[in-house]
């Protein structure tokens, strides 16, 4: 435990380092003549943005050892919240100079005004086109693989432009080691790019899979069993997940994330994904035939069981059930008895995702099942709608802040358990979140 606080304590300040490197820069050494305070806070902001905009693509970079401490779910919420206020610094950074120096209004028109301020009205475009995507994808009908190639080639657009925007005005850049500095971080950034697109899947590429088998599951579900291709796989904790390349080579920029469904003890290395079909595509993976070659980078997430505790509440709405499974699989394999209780939420008796092979997992293991079905039938004497304080006040001994929970479906479900586990006066530190949405 002080291994991860130590981690997550270092990382935190590299994080600060890299961001407020420029803006220490800004002070040191020769100075330029004194301009206006907002002149100078404009520039400073600006050069803050930009920084933490390059470095967002080690944020993506899926650094085990880096995510590890919070969860890969955790990094890209924050690299989604951190980019919003990167986005904010750099237009903010040309409002300001326009509002306490009007006469730069004129760079604004794109055909008389120098190549700096061209790149500079470019980045910013870019920022926000990216963010307005990023955003509204689902409104716009936008597919996920379409963003996401649009996503990269606009912040590459956005932080190039950037950098031959600053070089271009060089006001700050006259001291050598200041340029230096630029150079460094610039070169930190190509090789993140370089290492996500280039390094790491060359690696993947040597350590294929091959789907073994394609089963079709209750709640318009398959499960993919996906065996190594000469290699030995690798081992994961239940809990966690890996991004799936179905449909072409490692360097395809678009991976998709899925959890783990399958036992973390199976001996062969075999790996399974169960995945329910939402209209994109995951409505292609009951036709992906026998044979197939696949890549898995993983495994990733923190989403696991470790933490002492008299008994383990997994807590899961609709396809939020396959983590859990992983969970109740290794348990059953492992022999492991100690109380799990399951709150199960669904749609109605039919979708409900592993139905029959939970009950009969019931007999290896000390596990609960309780269904929360929001359509259940007319002879249904379990619990109704969603799954509230008062279905735990039913189902949990007290007291509750002596379990630990593992919450995974909707966003709105998690919002809600999450916010009853407050109310139940539950430590954070005892619940954990599986957000599937990483964008």
């Not at 649009?150 to 006001?171: E, K, P, Q, R």
């Not at 966690?240 to 998709?256: A, D, E, N, Y």
Request: hydrophobic letters at 50%; charged letters at 15%; glycine letters at 6%.
């Amino acid at each position: 435990m002080r291994s991860y606080t130590t981690r997550v304590a270092v990382w935190i300040v590299l994080y600060l380092l890299f961001i407020l490197a420029p803006l220490f820069a800004l002070l040191a050494g020769s100075l330029p003549p004194a301009r206006d305070f907002w002149t100078e806070f404009s520039v400073a902001i600006g050069y803050a943005g930009l920084a933490m905009m390059g470095l967002q693509f080690g944020l993506t970079a899926r650094f085990r050892y880096v995510t590890e401490p919070w969860g890969e779910d955790v990094i890209y919420h924050f690299h989604r919240q951190i980019s919003l206020i990167a986005v904010a610094l750099v237009i903010a950074h040309p409002i300001i100079l326009f509002a306490v120096r009007p006469e730069l209004l004129v760079l604004l028109n794109s055909f008389t005004a120098p190549w700096r301020a061209r790149f500079a009205a470019m980045s910013v475009y870019s920022l926000i086109a990216l963010v307005v995507m990023a955003i509204w994808r689902v409104k716009l009908k936008i597919s996920y693989e379409t963003w996401h190639i649009t996503h990269i080639l606009l912040a590459i657009i956005a932080v190039a432009a950037g950098l031959a925007h600053m070089v271009g005005w060089a006001f700050y850049l006259v001291s050598p080691w200041k340029r230096t500095l630029w150079i460094c971080m610039t070169i930190f950034w190509i090789g993140l790019l370089f290492y996500v697109r280039i390094i790491k899947p060359l690696f993947l590429l040597r350590r294929p899979y091959r789907i073994a088998e394609v089963h079709k599951e209750r709640g318009d579900t398959a499960t993919l069993v996906m065996q190594p291709e000469g290699h030995s796989g690798f081992r994961f904790t239940p809990g966690q997940f890996g991004w799936l390349t179905v449909w072409g080579s490692p360097f395809k920029i678009t991976g998709h994330p899925f959890s783990f469904s399958s036992s973390a003890a199976a001996p062969d290395g075999r790996v399974e994904m169960t995945i329910r079909n939402l209209g994109d595509f995951t409505s292609t993976i009951h036709t992906l035939p026998v044979g197939k070659r696949v890549y898995l980078d993983g495994p990733y997430g923190a989403f696991t069981v470790g933490n002492p505790a008299d008994m383990h509440v997994l807590i899961a709405g609709g396809i939020g059930i396959t983590p859990m499974m992983s969970i109740i699989r290794t348990f059953a394999d492992n022999g492991d008895k100690r109380p799990v209780i399951l709150l199960y939420g669904s749609k109605d008796w039919e979708s409900i995702t592993f139905r029959e092979e939970l009950d009969a997992l019931k007999d290896r293991l000390n596990l609960t099942i309780v269904h929360v079905i929001r359509n259940p039938p007319a002879d249904w004497t379990g619990e109704r709608g969603h799954i509230t304080a008062e279905v735990f006040k039913r189902h949990l001994p007290p007291p509750y802040a002596d379990h630990e929970y593992f919450i995974c479906g909707a966003d709105v479900m998690m919002d809600s358990i999450e916010k009853t586990l407050d109310e139940l006066h539950v430590p954070i530190s005892k619940y954990h979140s599986e957000r599937y949405s990483f964008v």
